[in-house]
């Protein structure tokens, strides 16, 4: 998420509460999750294990919880709780605001796009051209739809990521900040729900085409024309480059790669980034003759053993 204007990591600072280490005047231009950062962005880390990766990452800021040695180029902000002011930051930048009518008067709606009743269209979405939005579709705040979708009844873009931090006292929500564009020509089942980045972009590429009660999590990638069928999960921070199918009720586990044109069979786990062109079926995931095979001398073990006796 960019910030509308470049800010000091001085005023940063002041909006959270914290220390700082490095010049009070480092431009400081948005904030993001540590798989999509680039220079001039907040990254935040609160645990050892990843301390190097955020330091070494393109993000220019880090927001850390112990103090360290500051690499050359970047700033660093001192927190006792990263977690929690990432967290301010997102709602300082981009609080939820209420909306008390169907369709926002901040939203742009391209010429022909069709809007059926009980419909709610979010502040600050933009919908393109020609798009048939069918009814109680719910559009959250800032997605961007592209021209010649079609949504079917009872989806839900741009609900918030399914990211907790576990406190003794129970769950802490990360709070979202992100967005979900959808690309042109894209064709989105009933009941779908598809939740919004943390602090970028969850994204549906042109031509792809989903069927009924899809689930998509925050910050993935859709490539161009994939086809993805019922009742498929896939998790949080996931790319699926173009023309990859998904066959129904595949689930996925976070931050993998589906390579281009690949199949994946129905039933499958995606437990692994897995590469393009190729079939696969089964869980843990496997080439899907490899598996056929697997499970045709599976049934022969009782055969195999009356020989043995």
Not at 159 to 181: C, I, M, T
Not at 199 to 212: P, R, S
Not at 267 to 293: A, N
């Amino acid at each position: 998420m960019k910030f509308p204007k470049t800010h000091s990591l001085k005023e940063i600072a002041q909006i959270i509460g914290s220390e700082f280490v490095g010049d009070e005047n480092f431009p400081v231009q948005g904030m993001n999750e540590i798989h999509v950062v680039e220079p001039g962005d907040i990254v935040f880390v609160d645990h050892p294990k990843y301390y190097d990766k955020a330091l070494q990452s393109a993000a220019t800021i880090v927001l850390i919880n112990k103090q360290v040695d500051c690499p050359d180029g970047k700033a660093l902000l001192i927190s006792d709780d990263p977690f929690r002011d990432f967290n301010k930051l997102t709602n300082h930048f981009r609080p939820f605001t209420y909306s008390n009518v169907s369709i926002s008067s901040s939203a742009q709606i391209g010429e022909g796009t069709l809007i059926q009743p009980n419909c709610f269209i979010g502040n600050h979405v933009k919908i393109g051209k020609n798009c048939l939005i069918h009814a109680n579709v719910s559009i959250y705040d800032h997605c961007v739809i592209g021209d010649n979708v079609v949504i079917q009844a009872g989806t839900i873009l741009g609900a918030d990521a399914f990211y907790y931090k576990k406190r003794p006292e129970g769950f802490d929500q990360l709070l979202s900040g992100g967005r979900v564009v959808v690309e042109d020509n894209v064709g989105i089942g009933a009941l779908c729900t598809v939740d919004r980045g943390v602090t970028g972009d969850t994204t549906i590429g042109a031509g792809t085409k989903i069927d009924n009660q899809v689930h998509v999590g925050h910050d993935t990638v859709i490539g161009k024309k994939c086809l993805i069928a019922a009742q498929t999960g896939i998790a949080g921070c996931v790319i699926i480059e173009d023309e990859v199918t998904l066959w129904g009720q595949v689930g996925t586990t976070s931050g993998i790669t589906i390579g281009s044109k690949a199949v994946i069979m129905g039933q499958t786990g995606v437990t692994k980034s897995v590469d393009g062109g190729k079939t696969y079926f089964g869980t843990p995931i496997e080439e899907s003759r490899e598996k056929l095979k697997q499970l045709a001398n599976i049934k022969r073990i009782p055969e195999i053993i009356e020989k043995l006796k």
